[in-house]
């Protein structure tokens, strides 16, 4: 019983309680970004930061690692080289992630483990939440301006733009060359994620009716999240009770394989 207690046993020896995996936005792995936050980003380790003090004064202990992939910068009115490495450093990170989140549980599997992703880091997260679904490991997902959004999918929705009904398309998912945005998520793996938006968010709330897509005031709100210093974000108390609903993962013999990337 101890094992299915949500929140309660512990981790095996050598391994944390909790295991946060952050992917950083476009452009936020430059090696500055990368000293400055530890390589996830400034919205993915501001939330982790605070995410972490829950868990620590808990009494649990908790790690970190971020998505190790190049989280290129978004093309400024780029050509179709330009795209294509966009859309290759959403692959890549995709499949960075999974390796990265087989890796780590094959290690520790009785450890609870966080996703977070911002933007093109959300994009990252996303795309593997269907395959690790089955994943007793995998305790709750949270998307920040996913540029994969859905605004049917059964996710946990924060922010603005969940006040209008049928707002918050990600842009991936009406804009072709971006393709293989992923398809809607199940209401099991939904009632695991946090999806973050905000209404005229370039990324998350896309218009494709804008004369320009990537106009001042949209991408003033997509770089808006997790900017003040004095309080914590919203969305962090709602990601710390998920964890602590999902029980503590027991060892399996036969273990969820995780295909890259999928």
Known sequence: MIGLSAGTASAQPGCPDVHWIGAAGSGERTPADIAADDGMGRVVNSSYRDFAQLVQQSGRTITAEAVNYPAVPVPADGGAMEWLGFMGSVDTGATALGAQYAAFVAQCPTTQVVLAGYSQGAMVVHRNLAALEPSPNLAAALLVADGDRLPADPTLNLGSVSSIPGRGKGV??????????????????????????????????????????????????????????????AWVAPLYRLVQQRPVPVPDANPVQVPPGA
């Open 172 to 233: 991936a998912q009406d804009w072709p060359i971006l393709a293989h945005a992923p398809a809607p998520l199940t209401p099991v793996m939904g009632a695991r994620t946090i999806s973050v938006c905000d209404l005229g968010d370039a990324v998350c709330d896309y218009d494709p009716d804008a004369e320009d897509a990537e106009n001042p005031a949209a991408v003033a709100v997509h770089t808006s999240y997790a900017r003040s210093q004095s309080s914590v974000d």
